[in-house]
């Protein structure tokens, strides 16, 4: 009988890599360079063109948002003392008014820090707004009536062209003042 030779069978491990790193062909890195200094470009233009906010100046939007919140802090607390019940009767008893009256501090302070043209406020509200966003999206694919689908598709368009208008405003808000303008020793 002959001798049969053990062949060890070599794994990925086990073989030597002897290939070089792949090279990138020259001037890669210009094209992704390009974009970074056009976006950046971009960037700037869009911040030369802010204008910061005078003492006392609160953007439409912030104003609308603080109105807004405010009224939905008064809408709360409206409902629980009507005795307005959204939800299942499945509920503690005193959790659906401290949820109330929770949610109604919420915008009770985020309204407060957009009408004094605050950072955190505008930062709050578009918090609320994006988990409104994601809750009436949620909602509309569940949604049952076409009652209820529209009301959702409305929710979802003034909550989205809201935190749109935001953007901006937050962006003046968060602005330093420019040398040698009025506003420099706000």
């Known amino acids: 009988m002959a001798k049969r030779k053990s062949r060890k069978r070599r794994g990925p ?3 030597v890599r002897t290939a070089a790193p792949p090279v ?8 992704l360079a390009g974009g970074y200094a056009r976006s ?6 869009a911040r030369a063109a802010l204008k910061p906010l005078r003492p006392g100046e609160r953007p439409r939007a912030v104003t609308i948002g603080a109105v807004a919140a405010g009224l ?10 009507l005795g307005y ?11 659906e008014a401290t949820g109330s009256v929770a949610a109604a ?16 406020g505008v930062l ?15 909602g509309l694919v569940t949604a049952t009536t076409l009652w209820a689908a529209l009301l959702l598709v409305v929710i979802i368009a003034a909550a989205g062209t809201l935190f749109w208008f935001l953007v901006k405003a937050m962006a003046r808000i968060q602005m330093p003042a420019r040398p040698g303008s009025q506003s420099a020793g706000r």
Request: glycine share 8%.
């Open 24 to 31: 990138e062909p020259a001037g890669a890195e210009e094209p």
């Open 105 to 120: 501090l919420i915008c009770a302070l985020v309204a407060y820090g957009m009408w004094k043209a605050r950072y955190w």
């Open 40 to 45: 950046r470009a971009r960037s700037d233009e």
């Open 124 to 138: 709050g509200m578009q918090t609320l707004l994006a988990l409104t966003l994601v809750f009436a999206s949620l």
């Open 72 to 81: 939905l802090a008064v809408a709360n607390i409206v409902a629980l003392v």
């Open 85 to 95: 019940s959204a939800g299942e009767d499945t509920l503690s008893p005193g959790s």
């Open 13 to 15: 491990r086990d073989q």
